[in-house]
């Protein structure tokens, strides 16, 4: 305490004319002692293992994505949650995400900022440059492609349409497509039987059955040997109910992809 100047006491009587304070180097260690016992002088750091007892005994179904080419892209088969290969579990989830490219069959009509326009420039009017753009510069390992203009509201083109966009997106590259809609529950279901025949050859996803057009599009998928992505508004029962429903149409399970959609 020899840099302290002032020592304030509060509610205290002194009836003494002189007080004197006298600090000594071992009553201060001692003190000290007494509140770390078993830590004297320096600390130091003491090494440890993180480890987690914890055991998991589900797993998720592995989902394949076929080309006709014998191109793959894998999804599922988790053993653990999300990140934890991280904590030290002798387990680990086999495949990582798999992130897919949108392509849209009105590239060229939709409202997009800038500079999007400006990376895509004309290929935006040509869902199979578009998909061909995203393999060869971003390595895109999967396609998403969307066909919003069948949509009366969008346009009402015809299923044609749809079907000669994805024809020329499966001849311009060899990785995965996802078979996206529109909302429009009528014309999905007819895009979904005409484009679903045409690439049987391949093994694709079906993007989305809903509790709208599930029983039109299940069978489909199940029919053709795709993928078939399962949506559903928020609502584990509802998904549930959904994925029985699947499996009683004959859709097996390594071909059930869940979406039951999240609040991001």
Same mark, same amino acid.
């Not at 299923?159 to 529950?185: M, T």
């Not at 078939?228 to 004959?250: F, H, P, R, V, Y």
């Given at each position: ?15 003494? $004319? ?148 994805? $024809? ?97």
């Amino acid at each position: 305490m020899k840099n302290i100047e002032e020592i304030e006491l509060q509610d205290v009587d002194l009836f003494a $004319e002189y007080l004197e304070f006298q600090m000594l180097p071992s009553i201060v260690q001692a003190a000290a002692q007494a509140v770390l016992p078993g830590v004297p002088g320096k600390a130091e750091w003491t090494p440890a293992k993180f480890s987690l007892d914890l055991d998991y005994p589900g797993k998720i179904e592995t989902i394949e994505f076929i080309r006709s080419n014998g191109k793959k892209a894998t999804i599922g088969g988790e053993v653990v949650p999300p990140f934890y290969n991280f904590l030290g579990l002798e387990k680990r989830n086999p495949n990582p995400p798999l992130v897919t490219y949108d392509v849209f069959d009105m590239g060229a009509k939709m409202m997009l900022p800038k500079p999007i326009k400006q990376e895509y420039g004309e290929v935006l009017g040509d869902p199979a440059e578009w998909a061909k753009f995203a393999v060869d510069k971003f390595g895109a390992e999967c396609i998403t492609f969307h066909s919003l203009e069948i949509d009366p509201a969008m346009g009402d083109a015809p299923v044609s349409q749809s079907r000669k966009f994805l $024809e020329d997106i499966l001849q311009a590259v060899d990785v995965p497509v996802i078979i996206g809609c529109s909302g429009n529950k009528k014309k999905d279901v007819e895009m979904f039987t005409e484009l679903a025949a045409i690439s049987e050859s391949e093994v694709l996803m079906l993007s989305a059955a809903d509790k709208a057009t599930w029983e039109e599009v299940i069978p489909l998928a199940v029919k053709h040997d795709h993928n078939c992505l399962l949506w559903t508004s928020l609502d584990l029962n509802n998904q549930i109910k959904m994925n029985k429903d699947a499996l009683e149409l004959g859709l097996p399970r390594n071909r059930i992809v869940m979406d039951p959609t999240v609040c991001a």
